[in-house]
DNA sequence: TTGTACGCGTTATCAT
DNA sequence: ATGATAACGCGTACAA
């Protein structure tokens, strides 16, 4: 692969000259300046990254570092993020921790070396990422998820709330033996919204069930487990608010198996609205989450930290609003 | 941030008994090697990847670009690039290139300038990037799609087949007026399914109906869009080829807004499985790819590139299977 | 306007 | 076993 000084050597110029060619820089005569053009084209030159980001000392790329590639609402969020840096003149890579802490250390750490210009990372809650990242003093957000111990810029969105508003329209519905299927202990979106839902039931004055809560990791196959668990019990829910996206599709798979219908013998809202939750029969109750503009509001953080403008750290929180769709209705 | 010579300063050794400690490559005293690592720890030293990057003249992260990261298929995909990958010691980032040319291109820049290990890319089929991998030599391996121009290792499915068994299967059902909405002209993929589409009509000597084929975007809108237009025709199609996924759902939400139920009213499978097509009511027929293995198989291509082993380019071709669901039996 | 020369942080070679 | 030093490819201050 060619390097500046093959440009130079084929240009008759110094590599000095070709520097400043290349990036526009510095003033340069319009005839030299083509024909250095002209050899780097010859050459196919493309300037060495690694070099170059040694020299500048900056990088023009964004990481972002999700928990679930495969999960609408982070995509969603990424594409959010990618709008806002591209205007901006950055690029994103995506990284999937998978929820596992020690991928999502291993890319943090990626990130960190490799000197990218900044960092979003939806933590998995557990695990020391955030302090690495303390350590390095890189530019980062948090989204979704706030990195556990240290105060940088944070977008969050009110679960609770949102989870509290859920479970009290069950209850307006006539539901009133409501479960909830959330995330693991110590994951933060998941503890609040299953403070979120007990807080509904509190409000309306029904008795907390703790055994009508279940949690597991934030996919189907647990959340399948967690609903033939409920659901055959003697006492079963006649609700349940779900805690995200994938774990619905596990809940729905095994109403299916059973014969269950969502709405009419069980009402249903989960987190997360997704292409296909209206296009399901009965459409599927949802709590829509702003995915898209946590991701521009995490973008703009971003590059404002990295512009070095503010100090302090900030948090941005967004509300969530429910989607009432017939799941939730006991008489459709 | 600390760089080496601080390390080297604290320890009290040189810069290149610090390197060789924390790369365990040389030997070294286990008392100097932990007292380096112990400086280490202390100034929370990260080495700088850049500068390590251009002395080594190799990275150990590879590219994968993908045209819609929101699609199911391409996140399977992308799983099974990661799960070989790092097997192999190697990390994987993400770019989304939305099916821009410009976009791809972009992404494929950045990974040639920053000297990737490797790239894996499911080309838009058009754009120039072709040109500029070939140009640089770079290790590369083109998934779901071929790279226009240069024969260069590539793993696909033979959509063609699975498109003409899906037409067929359409048929033997009893459904004879088939439309199909596929994919831009020029992007392979749209191309072989619509060719297999033709040729499953054909072997049925059911006349090829150029009128009820229609072509956009791999979206849900586009998809929308032309499933109106379609069912809106004097003489309607009784039955539906659809691209992929995404398009899937945009055919799905028009027959709802317009009361047309799949199955009994009008014949349905679509290209990709998603988790969510078995719990549409009626299940959605499918033709599944095998993404995950797709993704296993470019990586391992990617990785022997790597290696230097072969030179001769190699394709594989995998072969995608229907799943006969409800949406394409007209009694069900 | 152009060229010379140094330094970014690391690893590898060569002495010691 | 350890240290001094060159080199990776680039951008830029300084000199011309």
Redesign the interface.
Known sequence: ?STISDVAARAGVSTATVSRALNGKSTVDPQLAARVRAAAAEL?Y?????????RRQE?V?L?LIISD??N?FF??M??GV?DVAHAAGY??????SDDDPAKER??V??A????MAGILVSPTGRGDSAGVLA???APVVAVDRPLPGTPGDTVLVDGALAARQAAEHLVQQGYSRIGCITGPSGVPTADERLAGYRAGLRAARLPAAADLVRRCEFR?QGAYRAALDLVNRDDPPDALLIGNN?MA?GV??AL?ELGIRPGREIGLIAFDD???A????PPLSVVSQPAYDMGTAAAQLLLERIGGASTAARTVTLSAHLIPRASSDPHA
Do not use: F, H, K
Not at 112 to 115: A, D, F, Y
């Open positions: 692969m196919g493309r300037p060495n990254g690694p070099a170059r980001n040694l990088t790329v990481t590639v495969a609408p995509t969603a990424a594409r990618e690029s994103v890579v995506l990284c999937n291993a890319y750490d990626i960190v070396q490799e000197r350590a390095q003093g189907a994938a599709i729905l798979e299916a997704a292409p296909w209206a296009l399901l029969d």
